[in-house]
């Protein structure tokens, strides 16, 4: 009876883990349904919502055999997740920090500004009309993160296919 107990004890183990274990593919596509959601407009109370699901599911994949197995591949994906949640911290900011009477154009010697750079170290700063100074343009540090992020997704579908 214990015998029995101790087996059944261990394909429940087994098929828990096989029910969570998350596939690179599953986390690439949960992936890409986010990069399809920033193509078509996800609105900012919506972003953070789709990615707690996202999330979820990277992270399994991420603490799976698998991704031991892969690590170039879990790699690209961990790097596409975190410019995803580096947009949100952007948005955040755009929507959070109060230096700015436009949400949209923020001087980068600000609090909000020099949040963005820490944020996103790669941003870029543009030279409007006017006497504002160097500034960042939210969306188009937006668009640069998620450009960053299909960048990575590319990888993945490269490294993906090849296997």
């Known amino acids: 009876m214990r015998k029995m107990l101790g087996i059944a004890l ?8 096989l029910a969570l274990g998350q596939t690179a593919k599953d986390a690439f596509k949960s992936l890409k349904k986010v990069e399809a959601m920033v193509e078509t ?3 900012y109370q919506d ?7 996202v999330g979820k599911e990277v992270n399994i994949f991420l603490e799976s055999n698998e991704a031991n197995k892969n690590p170039q591949v ?12 580096t947009a949100k911290e952007v948005w955040d900011i755009k929507f959070n920090c ?7 154009i ?3 010697n ?3 500004g020099k949040a963005i750079k820490r944020s996103y170290p790669n941003s870029k700063a543009e030279q409007l009309p006017g006497k504002l100074g160097p500034v960042y343009v939210v969306s188009n540090v937006l668009r640069n993160i998620f450009n960053d992020a299909s960048k990575e997704l590319k990888k993945a ?7």
Not at 74 to 85: E, L, R, S
Not at 98 to 104: G, Q, W
């Open 41 to 43: 407009g996800v609105s």
């Open 106 to 108: 923020i001087v980068i």
């Open 98 to 104: 109060n230096d700015d009477i436009v949400l949209e």
């Open 74 to 85: 879990a790699k690209v994906i961990k790097t596409a997740m975190d410019y995803y949640m």
């Open 110 to 112: 600000n609090k909000c």
């Open 47 to 53: 972003y953070p919502q789709v990615l707690a699901n």
């Open 10 to 17: 261990i394909i429940l183990l087994g098929l828990s883990e």
């Open 157 to 163: 579908s490269e490294i993906l296919k090849s296997e």
